[in-house]
C-alpha cells in the first residue's frame, strides 16, 4: 500500500463518527385520535463515553426532537404544516444517586435508578399531538419528519467549543422521514 493510500485511510478513519456514538429513531407510529395525529416515537441514544462521563459528573444532557409537517412535493419556500421541537433533559443527581428526565416543555420530572433506563425514558415519546386533522387536506399526501439531536448550545459555556468540534459530541439522527395520507 502507498504512503498517499495509507495517509487517506487514516484521515478517514479520524473523520468518521464513531459508529456507536450514534442516535437513532428506532420506531415511530401516527395515528389519528379524536381529530388529531398523535404520533409514538421511540430513539435510541447512545451517547459516546465522553458525554456519559460529562453526565456522571453532574452536567445536564439536554436532548431536542425536531417534528416537521409538509405537503409532500412542496417547494422549498412553502411553509411547513407543523414545525415544533420537543425538548428533555437528563441530570445525574449525586446526593440521591438518581438519574433524572425533565420534559422541558411541561416541567414534568420523572426519577430513575439506572443510567440506561434513564436514557430509554428520555427517548420515549408516547401520544405526542401533531397536527390537526383540519389542518390537512383530504386526498392530500403529507410527509412526517423528525429529527432527534443533542443541544450543543444548552450545554455549560466551557463545554461548547470541544463539543462543537467534536464527533463525540456531535449527536444527531438526521431526519427520518414517514408519509401521512389524509
Known sequence: MTRR???GLLLS???WPPLLSAFQVEKANARLEHGQFVIDVQIDYQFSD???EALANGVPLTT????????????????DIVDFRVRSQIRYLPVSALYQVTDLDTAERRNYVSRD???????DLQGLPVVGEDQLEKGEDYELKIKASLDIEALPLP???????SSDWNLSTGWTVWRLRH
Open 5 to 7: 493510500a495509507l495517509l
Open 64 to 79: 431536542e426532537v425536531h417534528i416537521q409537517v409538509r405537503r409532500d412535493g412542496a417547494w422549498i419556500w412553502e411553509d
Open 117 to 123: 433506563t434513564a436514557i430509554r425514558a428520555l427517548g
Open 13 to 15: 478513519a479520524l473523520l
Open 50 to 52: 465522553d458525554v456519559l
Open 159 to 165: 463545554l461548547r467549543p470541544k463539543a462543537y468540534i
